[in-house]
Nanobody, 124 residues
């Protein structure tokens, strides 16, 4: 059973940066595509970013493109999300996820394993 544990959330001001980490255990992380989703209060969960098994392909939601960077270190079984120029609308719980399939990765139904989430709050 693959387990994902996020860390790094917190309260920051608009324009600040924050880095999230997600530790993968219970499986070989290098087998899995990894991604980040977020869910704001009262809203549906939405796609943020994804990275392929070897890191050769990355994808971003339009709302974060140019501000967020996803990366991974397979040797450390960890995926990261570097968030720069944060905006109040980035406030949400952020979840990392893992899947064997690089198909329809923008849909949360594609992802097989999920972390418990970490809260990011951006004040104006």
């Amino acid at each position: 059973q693959v387990r994902l544990v996020e860390s790094g959330g917190g309260l920051v001001q608009a324009g600040d940066s924050l880095s999230l980490s997600c530790a993968v255990s219970g499986g070989t992380s290098s087998w899995y595509n990894l991604g980040w989703f977020r869910q704001a209060a009262g809203k549906e969960r939405e796609y943020v970013a994804a990275i392929s098994v070897n890191g050769g392909r990355t994808s971003y939601a339009d709302s974060v493109k140019g501000r967020f960077t996803i990366s991974r270190e397979n040797a450390k079984n960890t995926v990261y999300l570097q968030m720069n120029s944060l905006k109040p609308e980035d406030t949400a719980s952020y979840y990392c996820a893992a899947t064997l399939n690089w198909v329809s990765y923008r849909s949360d139904s594609t992802w097989d394993y999920w972390g418990q989430g970490t809260q990011v709050t951006v004040s104006s």
